[in-house]
């Protein structure tokens, strides 16, 4: 079974500007999570989707936003990008969004913003 | 709100030997559950073991096992017969057992623990 695949894997992109990140989860799997994770503030929860819904979000500005399709592959947005935004964007799935399931994990997306 | 805190940044150890990673955890809640989670140089976040606080006994997955002490919110790794394979950060995190708005898919980690295995 293929694992969480997230594109691209790498990304530079210049302050100002926007950048959507792809996520498709294990099949089968319903729910999508979010974190960045960067040196100075390590990993940091975004936001969970499932059956196309936000559930839950982390503290990040209204810059950052997400969606997830019916098929359960999931995408985050970032708008006016700023230095800071550089870091490793991970995605998660799990069966569910019930506290049991646990997370698999894909690859990241290593955005810098220049 | 609830934090993890690893305390030791680096942990060295030389191949077959045991090394232990600590973690310890703030919350008021008494359910939930907590992870270990290795992150390679290849960046993909694997998880090493799971253990829900309503257990008393300690998880184990082949040469990785836990020491949960709930009383103390502590949640220590030992690995075992350590690998070259090993080698890699190592992240503890807290999952809330609450079913609900504004615990689903949230994870709170720590800082991790970086690993070097020597051979």
């Known amino acids: 079974k293929a694992g969480v695949t997230q594109t691209p894997r790498y990304l530079i992109k210049t302050r100002g500007q926007q950048v959507t990140l792809s996520c498709s989860p294990i099949s089968g799997h319903r729910s999508v999570s979010w974190y960045q994770q960067t040196p100075g503030q390590g990993l940091q929860f975004l936001f969970e989707y499932f059956s196309e819904t936000q559930r839950n979000k982390g503290n990040f500005p209204g810059r950052f936003s997400g969606r997830q399709f019916s098929n359960s592959r999931s995408e985050m947005n970032v708008s006016t990008l700023e230095l800071g935004d550089s870091a490793l964007y991970l995605c998660a799935s799990s069966l569910a969004p019930d506290t049991s399931s646990p997370l698999h994990f894909g690859n990241g997306t290593r955005l810098t913003v220049t | 709100a609830q934090t993890v805190t690893q305390s030791q940044p680096e942990m060295s150890v030389q191949e077959a030997e045991t090394v232990t990673l600590s973690c310890t955890y703030d919350?008021?809640?008494?359910?939930?559950?907590l992870f270990w989670y290795k992150q390679p140089p290849s960046r993909q976040m694997i998880l090493v073991i799971r253990?829900?606080?309503?257990?008393?006994q300690n998880a184990t997955e082949n040469r990785f096992s836990v020491n949960f002490q709930k009383a103390a919110k502590s949640f220590s790794l030992k690995i075992s017969d350590s690998q070259l394979g090993d080698a890699a950060m190592y992240f503890c995190a807290y999952r809330s057992a609450r079913v609900g708005i504004g615990s689903w898919g949230k994870l709170q980690f720590g800082a991790g623990t970086q690993v070097v295995v020597t051979p």
């Open positions: 919350t008021s809640e008494s359910d939930y559950y």
């Open positions: 253990q829900e606080a309503y257990k008393q």
